[in-house]
T-cell receptor, first 113, second 111 residues
Framework: GAGVSQSPSNKVTEKGKDVELRCDPI?????LYWYRQSLGQGLEFLIY????????KSGLPSDRFSAERTGGSVSTLTIQRTQQEDSAVYLC???????????FGPGTRLLVL | QKEVEQDPGPLSVPEGAIVSLNCTYS??????FMWYRQYSRKGPELLMY????GNKEDGRFTAQVDKSSKYISLFIRDSQPSDSATYLC???????????FGAGTRLAVHP
């Protein structure tokens, strides 16, 4: 079946602009996670959704970052007033209820100029 | 000190070699251990999943967990050039929580 999909694949933006990144989880997966992968920091957790609720937002680096999930499916990660340090690969993962394993999408490569 | 330590390499081996990749961790609450493979400009792909201590084998891959030493390993037998990738260890304390990742080890298998 289809895996996790993310769009866009690549995004180049200017400092100060807002960006929206989208994640479509595997059908039937109730849990969804956002991670960020950058050269200096490795893969870091951002936020976790169970259904449409976010019980763990502890990884969001600042209030410029927000995320929502609607209909228990698609999620959007929004970064406002982007900064150069936001340049990274943003990865989405989903998980089936009752299992621990997370399955990742291909990521969105964000470059802030 | 990071919760999960992993040597970033790079590790270069000849085709057919046995590869050993390792991670150490500090949080004794970790119970679930995973290995992901990530090709360049792709997302991480789940390779192996282990709960608690012990060994798990899947084809050419063997995952080992030693909770007493807080040490996990991934062995690749008969390595192939197609195994060239970055290998990430990841772990969680259960409860469907976030994964904590190692830095990843870059592996190159040359013909």
């Amino acid at each position: 079946g289809a895996g996790v999909s993310q769009s866009p694949s690549n995004k180049v933006t200017e400092k100060g602009k807002d960006v929206e990144l989208r994640c479509d989880p595997i059908s039937g997966h109730t849990a969804l996670y956002w991670y960020r992968q950058s050269l200096g920091q490795g893969l870091e957790f951002l936020i976790y959704f169970q259904g449409n609720s976010a019980p763990d937002k502890s990884g969001l680096p600042s209030d410029r970052f927000s995320a929502e999930r609607t209909g228990g499916s698609v999620s959007t990660l929004t970064i406002q007033r982007t900064q150069q340090e936001d340049s990274a690969v943003y990865l989405c993962a989903s998980r089936l209820a009752g299992e621990e394993t997370q399955y990742f999408g291909p990521g969105t490569r964000l470059l802030v100029l | 000190q990071k919760e999960v330590e992993q040597d970033p390499g790079p590790l270069s081996v000849p085709e057919g070699a046995i590869v050993s990749l390792n991670c150490t961790y500090s949080n004794s609450a970790f119970q679930y251990f995973m290995w992901y493979r990530q090709y360049s400009r792709k997302g991480p792909e789940l390779l192996m999943y282990t709960y608690s201590s012990g060994n798990k084998e899947d084809g050419r891959f063997t995952a080992q967990v030693d909770k007493s030493s807080k040490y996990i390993s991934l062995f690749i037998r008969d390595s192939q050039p197609s195994d060239s990738a970055t290998y990430l260890c990841a772990m969680s304390d259960g409860g469907y929580n976030k994964l904590i990742f190692g830095a990843g080890t870059r592996l190159a298998v040359h013909p």
